[in-house]
């Protein structure tokens, strides 16, 4: 039997369907892999069953682990995943030689939503699934729809909405359906990136820690702000730190995850 939704006002429907979908062409299922957007594809295909297309925006720099789970989404969904056409995270870093951080974000918004609203508006009509929850609709802080609103001849629907989803509801369906998430769901060089996920990142990926430094010492900037922590703000600093056996607190303790969904301040886009 379905758990009752947590999200009070919201009830679940179980009858499937949106009126408003009909005959509107193509349905675009915006699929970063996170663990909202990786539940609502998943259930749709349960209890709207439809020709679907899945696409996420692949940015060259995913972990193993992401492209893991992107295979496993595949057999789950019984398709491939469409990925989408644009430029990869290495190409924008060349383009401008600076690395995305706070004050130039354009990682997000020119190599994922940029090729993702052209792609779906080449689609026109259609109608595009978007994993934002139901308790992200309400209160001071509720989101009406994402930030790339008003693609011609593309409506928007928010099924977890709809269906009154919360997050206690997505991790429990998702536990029901045995899929983990990833702790890293977004690129190895994230600036929004805590210590201890750099050092993870550092003990486990050492040939993408090299690639990352040299990034750093040919732009001339650092990922990080001297300002963040009282760690180094270059990968080369902490590198140092690191060999020299400095491990920031609960870092190398496996049973504490490191969701990326959790951060202070992280990309939707990409946790979703």
């Known amino acids: 039997m379905e758990a009752a939704t947590e999200t009070p006002g919201l009830q679940e429907r179980r009858d499937g369907g949106f009126p408003c979908s009909a005959g509107l062409g193509r349905k675009i299922v915006a699929?970063?892999?996170?663990?909202?957007?990786?539940?609502?594809?998943?259930?749709?295909?349960?209890v709207e069953p439809a020709e679907y297309e899945y696409c996420i925006t692949p940015t060259g720099r995913e972990l193993p682990v992401m492209v893991e789970h992107w295979a496993k989404l595949e057999c789950l969904l019984g398709k491939?995943?469409?990925?989408?056409?644009?430029?990869?995270?290495?190409?924008?870093?060349?383009?401008?030689?600076?690395?995305?951080?706070?004050?130039?974000?354009?990682?997000?918004?020119?190599?994922?939503?940029?090729?993702?609203i052209k792609y779906a508006a080449s689609l026109a009509p259609a109608i595009c699934?978007?994993?934002?929850?139901?308790?992200?609709?309400?209160?001071?802080?509720a989101r009406e729809g994402t930030?790339?609103?008003?693609?011609?001849?593309?409506k928007q629907d928010l099924p977890?909405?709809?269906?009154?989803?919360?997050?206690?509801?997505?991790?429990?369906?998702?536990?029901?359906?045995?899929?983990?998430?990833?702790?890293?769901?977004d690129c190895d060089c994230c600036y929004h990136q805590r210590i201890g996920e750099w050092w993870r990142l550092w003990r486990d990926h050492k040939d993408r820690w090299q690639e990352i430094e040299a990034l750093e010492t040919w732009t001339g900037h650092t990922l990080r702000s001297e300002q963040r922590d009282s760690w180094p703000a270059s990968l080369q600093g902490m590198r140092e730190q690191f060999e020299a056996g400095n491990i920031p607190k609960g870092a190398a303790q496996t049973t504490i995850p490191l969701d990326v969904a959790e951060r202070s301040t992280m990309c939707a886009w990409c946790a979703r």
């Not at 870093?93 to 004050?103: D, V």
């Not at 909405?161 to 890293?184: A, M």
Request: proline share 6%; glycine share 10%; with cysteine.
């Open 160 to 185: 977890l909405v709809r269906w009154g989803w919360g997050i206690n509801r997505v991790t429990e369906y998702l536990r029901e359906r045995g899929v983990t998430i990833p702790e890293r769901t």
């Open 129 to 141: 699934y978007v994993g934002i929850r139901a308790d992200e609709v309400l209160g001071d802080d």
């Open 31 to 46: 699929l970063s892999g996170g663990k909202d957007s990786t539940a609502m594809a998943l259930r749709l295909a349960e």
């Open 147 to 154: 930030d790339w609103n008003g693609i011609e001849g593309v």
């Open 80 to 116: 491939p995943l469409t990925r989408i056409p644009g430029p990869s995270l290495l190409d924008k870093i060349k383009q401008y030689k600076a690395l995305p951080n706070f004050r130039m974000r354009y990682c997000t918004r020119e190599v994922k939503i940029e090729p993702f």
